[in-house]
Structure formats: structure tokens, C-alpha cells
């Protein structure tokens, strides 16, 4: 399968995900999904990774820009063997669906909460 059609297919889903995020739940609302494992937790991410670099929205968005440059500059040279395809396009899928996030958003719709770290 194309890289550009795993990542369009993450993209949607991500966006998808996170609207009914936005639309149905409050900021810190938290939906017991496996309690004490696994909750639905609504909150916006204005970093990175568990909120590290926070503030740094254009810095991001820069990130992602440049890994689609590089994706785009040495697509070719890729290994057509479908594992790196499916994690190529998994990564650009999220990194897009944050992106998007980031710049109408100005944060990262997060949720997904396992209790032992931060939501992301």
C-alpha cells in the first residue's frame, strides 16, 4: 500500500477522532474506558511529547514541514518492503494530524490517558 494513502487514511482517522473529541467531551473529562488502565481524557497538548517544549507551536509545525521534505526528497530511495511503507506512512499520518491540530488548533487534541504517564 502507498505511504501517501496510509498516511491520508491515519490523518482521517486522527482528525475524525479528535472532533468528536472537541464536540462531546469537556476540557478534563475523563471516560473510564478499563478503570484504573485506560480512560478517555480530554486535554490540549501545547508541547510535544507529554507536554515537553510547550509554547513552541511554529518550532513543531517547522518539525513537520521538514519531515515531509525529507519523506518527498528520498521517497524513491525507499525499500519497497511493506513494514517501512506502513511505519513511514503511520509516522507522517500523525505527524500531519498534529500538525493540523497545532496550526488551526494552536495545541494538540489529546486523549488518550493510561494513568501511569501523561495523556497523549
Not at 84 to 93: E, Y
Request: aromatic share 20%.
Amino acid at each position: 500500500m502507498p505511504v501517501s494513502l496510509i498516511a491520508l487514511f491515519i490523518v482521517a482517522l486522527d482528525q475524525m477522532s479528535k472532533f468528536a473529541i472537541r464536540q462531546f467531551m469537556a476540557m478534563y473529562e475523563s471516560i473510564p474506558v478499563i478503570p484504573g488502565f485506560f480512560h478517555i481524557t480530554y486535554i490540549l497538548n501545547k508541547g510535544a511529547a507529554f507536554g515537553i517544549l510547550e509554547n513552541q507551536r511554529w518550532f513543531f509545525l517547522a518539525i513537520a514541514v521538514t519531515l515531509f521534505f525529507i519523506y518527498f526528497l528520498f521517497r524513491k530511495k525507499m525499500p519497497q518492503d511493506p513494514l517501512i511503507h506502513w511505519g513511514v506512512g503511520l509516522l507522517l499520518g500523525g505527524a500531519l494530524g498534529n500538525a493540523l491540530d497545532r496550526f488551526f488548533q494552536g495545541a494538540v487534541t489529546d486523549f488518550f490517558d493510561l494513568r501511569i504517564w501523561p495523556v497523549f
